[in-house]
């Protein structure tokens, strides 16, 4: 069974900080999706990577996709209340249309 | 306006109720799914669909059925619900399977069961 596990669990931070999000599996995955969540709504994609090395950015965020297609980070600069939601991180499985989620990073930004 | 809709948003029921929670898009889409969320468990997925008539199963399908007679609808069925159903559940659409396909997500339906 493929998994993708997301550390850290909870961060708080100051605006103005930077952060790192990572998700991690031990399976190979054809490409990788992170989607932020906040209360009340549903996911919303920000990014799909697909190849290994791959780095996307949007604004303040950037992606990277590892080379070996195992892991992924989202670095967020100069991080904004705006940015607090519950970050997700998701990948195909065994089969390419069974998808995997990660369990979520929950990131909170005090003013 | 592109969009999925979910039917109930909130529903409170009994342990052994059958009860059917909505879905339907209007964006033409041919790859829909069901999750389930849980603290601390993130999404996991419960059924999805390729296409009309063809559905299969996600990770957690015990205790669920589906059905996809019409390329908009793909309802989610508790034939006996029990309290270990109880959720936050998502329906989502795209426009084929496959993690390269960006998922659209529904508002979401609070489950409880008693």
């Known amino acids: 069974t493929q998994l993708l596990e997301q550390s850290p669990q909870f961060l708080s931070i100051q605006e103005g900080e930077n952060l790192t999000v990572y998700c991690n599996s031990s399976?190979?995955?054809?490409?990788l999706q992170w989607y932020r969540q906040e209360p009340g709504e549903g996911p919303v994609l920000l990014v799909t990577v697909v190849t290994g090395g791959e780095v996307k950015k949007l604004k303040r965020l950037t992606f990277q996709f590892g080379d070996a297609r195992k892991d992924s980070s989202l670095h967020i600069t100069a991080a904004q209340p705006g940015d607090t939601g519950l970050y997700l991180c998701?990948?195909?499985?065994?089969?390419?249309?069974?998808?995997?989620f990660g369990s979520g990073t929950r990131l909170l930004v005090r003013p | 306006e592109a969009q999925v809709t979910q039917n109930p948003r909130y529903l409170i029921t009994v342990t052994g109720k059958k009860l059917t929670v909505t879905c339907s898009q209007n964006m033409n889409h041919e790859y829909m799914s069901w999750y389930r969320q849980d603290p601390g468990l993130g999404l996991r997925q419960i059924y999805y669909?390729?296409?009309?008539?063809?559905?299969d199963k996600g990770d957690v399908p015990e205790g669920y059925k589906v059905s996809r007679k019409e390329k908009r609808n793909f309802p989610l069925i508790l034939e006996s619900p029990s309290p270990n159903q109880t959720s936050l559940y998502f329906c989502a659409s795209s426009l084929r399977g496959g993690n390269s396909y960006e998922q659209y997500f529904g508002p979401g339906t609070r489950l409880t069961v008693t």
């Open positions: 399976s190979v995955f054809s490409s």
């Open positions: 669909s390729m296409n009309v008539e063809v559905t």
């Open positions: 998701a990948g195909a499985g065994d089969s390419s249309y069974k998808l995997i």
